[in-house]
């Protein structure tokens, strides 16, 4: 508001851009806010808003799940060792399983029957 008020000229946009770059009202869209997205996790309220973003073809009269495309009861040592997956990436899979690049929107009752499906089935 200050910016506009003070302008002296024509509508001061680059002014606004340049005052709300690096908070939560920014105007740009740019490498760091990529990132900022893919570090979004499972649970999250902003996570679901950006899967929404990612599925406008949904009917979302229905209820809809944040869903593990690989479901999280893989992530053990165990199961993935049992997968050959090599022991040096192992810490990496189990950290970051739930990260928004595996969550998917699914409807809610085929979300609760494929339960812990393996992502192949």
């Given at each position: 508001?200050?910016?506009?008020?003070?302008r002296t000229s024509s509508f001061p946009l680059e002014k606004i851009i340049n005052k709300l770059r690096g908070t939560n009202k920014?105007?740009?869209?740019?490498?760091?806010?990529i990132e900022n997205i893919l570090s979004l996790k499972y649970g999250l309220s902003l996570t679901f808003s950006i899967l929404v973003l990612l599925y406008p073809m949904l009917d979302f009269r229905n209820e809809f799940h944040e869903d593990h495309i690989y479901p999280r009861s893989l992530f053990t040592k165990r199961k993935l060792l049992k997968r050959n997956v090599p022991k040096d990436e192992i810490y990496e899979c189990i950290e970051n399983y739930n990260y928004i690049g595996n969550i998917q929107l699914l409807e809610g009752n085929i979300n609760r029957q494929k339960l812990d499906t393996e992502f192949d089935k």
């Open positions: 508001r200050d910016i506009i008020k003070n920014s105007l740009t869209f740019d490498k760091d806010e």
